[in-house]
């Protein structure tokens, strides 16, 4: 039992810190979400620079290899700056899905790119009647002489527009819910039968319905044993899932804080309205929901490489619901206590909001992990 | 960073557990683990039979008798005490006056007093709330006046836990009434067999006597029964909560409580199938385990950050309030779980139901207590307000 961090994380954490302070401060991320792409390469290179996108990256292939701790204390310090960039799916979930699937030839080619910040790879899995189902995959793959061919249609890719390249998955054996019978590929976002309809997501992220009609890639456009790919998009999305909520305890506690400076500085009726007992014991409240958060996000970090995926799942189920009803109550309230104000574009905390939002619907929403939990309980 | 207990951690563990399964009495640990109130003599029964293994006082030091135990092992032993079956260590000596008495008595006290609270000889009660005064305890009435060597003690405690089996209570007592509230309090410590005291149980509405109103009467104290300085029982008093709330939380006792209403959830039926199943039902008890697993990762933070700073901070409250949220909600889905069958009251022969049902609408009504006493909920709130938002 032992909560204290290695010198060398905590120089980690200080420098993701310092740089999201100095680097991110709103009025840049304004400009930012301004910008064609809604995200900055310079940023990127920045994050690139710390070796930040070689987290999940072994050494020998130009990433610095660290644990799940590392990535605990980055993604708690971009929820704090609301980062945009595609760190979620390009660094964590696709680099964890070419680092475990991939053949020695995949990782050399694509991870020291990433690791670097030279390629943006996004996973392409989920589907229009998928919701959170992660086996739910009905885009097929069909043999095509040495390759294959894929159709089908994958709803809000995250940072789909910027990728060089998604990863698909998709059915070449199997039922549509089967676990059995999910393949990946690597395929290039401007191949022939690739179509994006873009857009910006409610927290100011981009991403797009993704299109593949008769797509034809090579038999090495694989990645992993053919029709094997699900235990371990399960296993990169619970890593994910650490990370998000990670990222959703650093911008809790920024909503908290926020909000707190507000209550202290606002005055009505002669005084500050931090000294209104409603208004204390309400941001007492948010206080047990941002710690309860920091415990799980904590045991999602360390669990979420954890090798028995029911063990695995069950915690990582526990802490997104946890999380989940946390960035509702805190986001909500950090609004309430906010005032008019709080609704405001220009004003932080509704970013906070909009993004706390967010966090809780992706890669499963309180509801459909509640109900992962029970199963894993044999309930 | 690593949520797992030590190797060494973990062989306490075993240690723990191998006493408790061999020590511990079968009708005590019945008891405990159906939720049946247990009584004076299990309490002093368990905590002798620690008290010979060199395990009466957990949370001491080892020159006052203590086990010396760093808080994480403190932890590990109220939970697996907690699960094993064991009544939980009361309180009042141990946890309150004991620490008050090392660290702000005279060697005389220290002498005199701590060695029969680890032995379980005396059984100690807290003489704190008075019927004008409960969350404002400060604005306390009842007096004690100087008299030669003697205090004279006149008023009334309320909500005194187990005084009727108590052989000393621990005051606060108003000995300067011109100065601020606070400043004229002291902290006495008085023999309940003292002349002039008199013991009214209250009932309350699970039928059960657990708390009392304590009277005064010129009850005559003598003055080597003062802890510390006159007029300074307020900052004892203060030390005395921040330890009270230590392990508040009560991680240990909830998942033996989880554990008993998945049985008994299981064992019921709707619909033909376990209520367990009820995704409706089975949703409710999710969201408290998933509550409690958070919980303890938190008072584990807390544990090591107070081992740390060697003092108990006021994330204590966070605790207090979590963990007694929890505990009623327990309460009250055992109760749901039985449905018409929670209430019949447990009368004289054979209960009507399931023999787990007779006693679970009383326990969610005694329960009740737990957001009440220790500081009140929204006193705990007021305390995160001041001490961790800086409100």
């Not at chain 2, 500081?375 to 800086?390: A, D, H, P």
Request: hydrophobic share 40%.
């Amino acid at each position: 039992m032992d909560f204290n961090l290695t010198k060398e994380q905590e120089q980690l954490s200080d420098t993701v810190q310092k740089f999201v302070a100095r680097q991110y401060p709103f009025e840049s991320r304004k400009a930012i979400l301004k910008s064609k792409d809604g995200w900055s390469r310079e940023i990127w290179a920045g994050l690139a620079e710390l070796g930040l996108l070689g987290l999940q990256v072994p050494e020998e292939h130009g990433g610095i290899g660290a644990g799940a701790i590392e990535t605990l204390l980055t993604m708690t310090a971009f929820g704090r700056g609301l980062l945009v960039e595609p760190f979620l799916p390009s660094a964590i979930l696709s680099t964890v899905l070419i680092r475990e699937l991939g053949s020695s030839t995949q990782q050399e080619n694509h991870l020291p790119k990433m690791a670097a910040g030279e390629l943006i790879a996004v996973p392409a899995h989920g589907e229009p009647t998928a919701r959170y189902e992660l086996a739910h995959v009905s885009t097929s793959a069909s043999r095509d002489g040495d390759g294959y061919v894929l159709t089908g249609e994958k709803s809000v890719v995250l940072h789909a527009p910027s990728a060089d390249l998604l990863l698909v998955s998709a059915r070449t054996s199997g039922s549509i819910d089967s676990e059995a019978g999910i393949s990946l590929f690597l395929v290039p976002r401007d191949r022939e039968g690739v179509t994006l309809r873009a857009y910006p997501t409610l927290d100011g992220q981009r991403a797009a319905e993704v299109r593949l009609e008769e797509v034809k890639v090579s038999r090495d456009a694989l990645l992993g044993p053919e029709g094997e790919a699900f235990s371990a998009l399960a296993a990169a999305f619970d890593v994910g899932i650490a990370a998000l909520c990670a990222e959703a305890t650093g911008a809790l506690q920024a909503s908290l804080d926020a909000t707190i400076e507000y209550a202290k500085t606002r005055k009505q009726f002669g005084q500050p309205i931090g000294k209104f007992q409603a208004l204390q014991h309400r941001m007492a409240d948010m206080l047990m929901h941002v710690e309860q958060a920091r415990s799980m996000s904590y045991l999602a970090a360390v669990r979420c490489t954890e090798t028995n995926a029911k063990v695995r799942g069950k915690s990582l189920s526990a802490a997104k619901v946890l999380i989940g009803q946390a960035c509702r109550f805190v986001g909500q309230q950090a609004v309430q206590l906010h005032g008019g104000m709080g609704m405001t574009d220009e004003l932080m905390i509704s970013h906070h909001f909009r993004r706390l939002t967010a966090i809780e619907l992706t890669l499963g929403d309180t509801e459909h992990h509640l109900e992962k939990f029970m199963r894993s309980e044999g309930l | 960073m690593d949520l797992n207990f030590t190797p060494e951690e973990q062989a306490f563990r075993e240690e723990v557990r191998a006493f408790v399964h061999q020590g511990l009495p079968p009708e005590i640990r019945r008891k405990v683990l159906n939720g049946v109130p247990i009584s004076r003599d299990d309490h002093i029964a368990w905590h002798r039979i620690l008290g010979a293994h060199g395990w009466g006082a957990p949370s001491w030091p080892t020159n006052f008798g203590g086990t010396g135990w760093d808080p994480v092992r403190e932890y590990i032993f109220e939970e697996e005490s907690a699960s094993s079956g064991a009544p939980r260590l009361l309180p009042f000596g141990l946890r309150m006056v004991g620490p008050v008495i090392m660290t702000f008595g005279d060697v005389a006290q220290q002498q005199r007093f701590l060695p029969r609270i680890a032995s379980a000889e005396d059984w100690w009660c807290q003489g704190y709330s008075e019927p004008g005064s409960g969350s404002d305890l400060a604005s306390l009435k009842t007096s004690a006046i100087r008299e030669g060597n003697e205090y004279v003690v006149n008023g009334q405690k309320t909500w005194i836990t187990l005084a009727q089996h108590a052989d000393w209570i621990f005051c606060l007592v108003r000995t300067d009434p011109r100065v601020k509230a606070q400043a004229g309090i002291s902290f006495l410590l008085i023999d309940m067999k003292s002349p002039g005291i008199t013991v009214r149980p209250i009932i309350t509405m699970d039928g059960g006597h657990e708390v009392n109103e304590v009277w005064f009467e010129d009850v005559r104290v003598p003055i080597e029964n003062l802890v510390g300085e006159e007029n300074s029982g307020w900052t004892y008093a203060k030390f005395l909560l921040g330890h009270e709330r230590t392990n508040i939380a009560g991680v240990g006792g909830s998942k033996r409580e989880l554990q008993r209403l998945k049985n008994i959830a299981a064992s019921e039926r709707k619909h033909g199938k376990p209520l367990l199943e009820d995704p409706w039902f089975g949703a409710r008890v999710a969201q408290v385990e998933i509550e409690l697993m958070a919980l303890e990762i938190t008072s584990l933070r807390v544990v090591s950050a107070d081992a740390a700073r060697k003092a108990p901070g006021p994330e204590a409250s966070l605790l207090k309030i979590k963990g007694t949220e929890i505990q009623q909600a327990l309460s009250e889905l055992m109760m749901q779980a039985v449905g018409p069958y929670a209430l019949p009251l447990q009368d004289e022969g054979e209960a009507a139901g399931p023999a787990y049902a007779p006693q679970l609408a009383a326990t969610y009504c005694n329960f009740r207590k737990t957001s009440i006493y220790g500081g009140s909920n929204e006193i705990q709130k007021n305390i995160i307000s001041q001490w961790l938002l800086r409100l």
